[in-house]
């Protein structure tokens, strides 16, 4: 995904990006977790999961 990312700066990344999308939610007390609101409701994500989920 994003060879050099850590988990900081590639959940900066998303809030950069979705900063302004009504189903993307920043939580308030953490700087990698992040909230896809969808049709079943919330569900919410860890980077430093999707980080070394997708490294191998």
């Known amino acids: ?3 050099m990312s850590t988990y900081e700066t590639f959940a900066q990344k998303l809030y950069q990006t979705f900063k302004n999308k009504k189903r993307f939610v920043k939580p308030k007390l953490s700087c990698t977790d992040f909230t896809i609101v969808n049709f079943a409701g919330e ?11 997708n490294k191998y």
């Open 1 to 3: 995904m994003f060879p």
């Open 43 to 53: 569900v919410k994500y860890q980077a430093d999961h999707i980080i070394n989920k």
